[in-house]
């Protein structure tokens, strides 16, 4: 027999870098404004917009001329991402007054489980309602909070009213919270599930509930299940401690160039680049990767994803970038410009526990390769921690005029 309903929160930050913004510069809290990439190094988008400019009709993630079309005196600010890692630290430092069990979701949202905190701190809402003054009182910032029996459900709270709200959805009322919102409110659900749920005509959450679940998972695989499972109040999903040792499920970067890659010589300087800070990620995380994936953007924003398993794990930064351009002479017509390319390394294993070659006896050579290889890379690590990333570079990358430095 099951127990009582764990109560789980879940706290976003309202306009998160906006709002730090606005604490670091007063001024903008009287004007439409929106953080943003660097128009000039190409990261036009709008990262985040306050109140005013939301208004406007300001969405995140547009590019800044759509913006400025609705709002021509948006008043735009570069992030300060130290910054908002400092003011994420001062507000997860306010959650964990209340129980241990606190799960960050990115850099502005946290999980939190209060199911053992009500005897200290009061009930669920009374808590969420706790946390919002506090966070107010001392850091400036508002958050949203959504209260409910499990994680899915308490994020759709938190997104459910906005600024400065606390929003119950319990067993009794989740039906009639819920089922109405469109199946893309639900976490998870990106752009290609929400379309290949539209075909089904599956528009709302509670559709999504009514299914078919065989029909879902055949139509969407194992994160159909899933979906439907969400949709009915099934998630058990735990909130982690934040004593638990974090797993590292891949390793990236990416990098939006200041011209176009036109031609091999382009696409193999940037996918040098990355490769070379993926490799020194994945060595200082003392992991290795399986599968490396790339996905290459458009000057049009169409962007496509490929994979390609390993023989051998690795954390070698020539590996990677060979994987890497076997990925693009399969996929990729070099003539046709690039914006932006992702690298990551994903199928990580521990460094210490990853099987090696299984080699002839006429191939160890290679193998010892390899081992000066991993030598030589480990060693301009500890260069680059001693002096600074910049006091090795690779041939090619001095002066370049793509942003790849």
């Not at 193999?268 to 990620?281: Q, S």
């Not at 995380?285 to 953007?297: A, E, F, H, M, W």
């Not at 994987?323 to 990729?332: G, N, P, T």
């Not at 099987?355 to 290679?366: D, M, T, V």
Request: charge should be positive; glycine fraction near 6%; aromatic fraction near 8%.
């Amino acid at each position: 027999m099951e127990g009582p309903d764990r109560v789980i929160l879940h706290c976003d930050c309202n306009a998160f870098y906006a709002s730090v913004e606005c604490l670091l510069h007063p001024a903008y809290r009287d004007v439409p404004m929106a953080v943003c990439g660097n128009p000039e190094n190409r990261h036009g988008i709008i990262l985040a917009k306050n109140e005013r400019a939301k208004r406007f009709g300001v969405q995140t993630a547009e590019t800044i001329w759509q913006a400025r079309r609705k709002c021509p005196d948006l008043v735009l600010a570069p992030p300060h991402r130290d910054q908002y890692a400092i003011y994420s630290k001062r507000v997860n430092a306010i959650y964990q007054r209340y129980t241990d069990l606190v799960e960050p979701f990115g850099i502005d949202e946290s999980w939190l489980d209060v199911t053992g905190s009500q005897r200290l701190f009061g009930s669920g809402p009374e808590i969420a309602d706790r946390l919002r003054a506090e966070v107010k009182r001392e850091t400036g910032l508002t958050i949203s909070v959504g209260v409910s029996f499990n994680k899915i459900f308490a994020k759709l709270g938190s997104d459910y009213k906005k600024p400065d709200a606390t929003t119950v959805i319990s067993r009794e009322n989740y039906r009639n919270i819920v089922y109405p919102l469109s199946v893309s409110a639900l976490l998870y659900v990106g752009k290609s599930a929400r379309e290949t749920l539209q075909n089904m005509r599956i528009r709302t959450i509670g559709d999504l509930a009514h299914a078919d679940r065989k029909a879902l998972v055949a139509s969407l695989g194992k994160i159909g299940g899933e979906l439907y499972d969400y949709a009915n109040g099934l998630d058990k999903s735990p909130v982690k401690s934040i004593y638990e040792p974090k797993e590292v499920k891949s390793v990236g970067n990416g990098l939006t160039f200041k011209r176009n890659l036109v031609g091999w010589d382009d696409i193999r300087l940037g996918v040098t680049v990355l490769a070379d800070t993926v490799a020194a990620r994945m060595r200082r995380s003392g992991v290795k990767c399986y599968t490396v994936q790339l996905n290459i953007r458009n000057p049009s924003f169409k962007t496509i994803s490929r994979q390609k398993p390993l023989a051998v794990p690795t954390f070698l930064s020539k590996e990677l970038a060979r994987a890497a351009m076997e990925i693009l002479a399969d996929s990729w017509n070099p003539n046709a410009p690039i914006r932006m390319l992702t690298l990551t390394g994903t199928n990580l294993v521990p460094a210490d526990e990853a099987p090696g070659e299984q080699l002839s006896l006429f191939e160890h050579s290679r193998q010892e390769e390899r081992k000066k290889q991993e030598k030589l890379e480990t060693t301009l690590d500890a260069i680059r921690e001693k002096f600074g990333k910049d006091a090795v570079s690779i041939c090619g990358v001095l002066q370049n005029d793509i942003g790849a430095d």
